[in-house]
């Protein structure tokens, strides 16, 4: 029997007594075992995972500004701190998606300095924002102009540098294929 080594081995083992001294062992699947989650290896579905992080990215950006621009005002007069507005979760996803697509790139030699750069800068803006990092004295229009400015980053980006390297990278995998 040959085993895949890429393939999970989900097997538990549940102890049952059938009888006050005795023990038996059996190997058994748990009845709601989660499904195992791996991470996409062909660049065409490793694509799609970072396309429709793209969307979502965009998506909140796009919600944030709006909650800037409607609660901000509103948040001020009453004392709210501008933490409140979720930036954090901006902070996390754009530092996740960005890792995973410079792994996968560089996995295609995709993944050139300039790219690589672009997406330290844009991690460095994304973590100095003011009411991220508790500066509750922030001001509401520095917080639209920063969310504006890496909504900016983050369109171009995609549309360019993103744009470039995924095609490099669709061609590499085309080239290995049979």
Not at 19 to 36: D, E, G
Not at 39 to 61: A, F, I, T
Not at 94 to 114: F, I, V, Y
Not at 156 to 169: L, N, P, Q, T
Request: hydrophobic share 40%.
């Amino acid at each position: 029997m040959q085993l895949d080594a890429s393939a999970p081995a989900v097997s538990t083992i549940t102890l049952s007594r059938s009888s006050p001294n005795q023990t038996n062992l059996a190997a058994a699947n748990p009845p709601s075992a989660p499904p195992s989650r791996r991470w996409p290896r062909d660049w065409p579905s490793q694509q799609q995972l970072l396309e429709r992080q793209h969307g979502r990215l965009e998506d909140l950006l796009n919600s944030l500004i709006a909650e800037a621009r409607t609660m901000g005002p509103l948040a001020t007069a009453i004392g709210v701190p501008w933490d409140a507005l979720d930036c954090r979760r901006l902070q996390r996803a754009l530092g996740l998606h960005l890792r995973l697509e410079e792994r996968w790139l560089a996995h295609w030699d995709c993944l050139d300095a300039g790219h690589r750069a672009s997406h330290r800068l844009a991690r460095t803006a994304a973590h100095r924002a003011g009411p991220c990092i508790g500066d509750s004295d922030a001001n509401p229009t520095s917080y639209l102009k920063w969310l504006h400015g890496l909504r900016e980053w983050f369109l171009v980006h995609r549309d360019g540098a993103d744009a470039i390297a995924y095609s490099r990278a669709d061609h590499a995998y085309r080239q290995q294929q049979p």
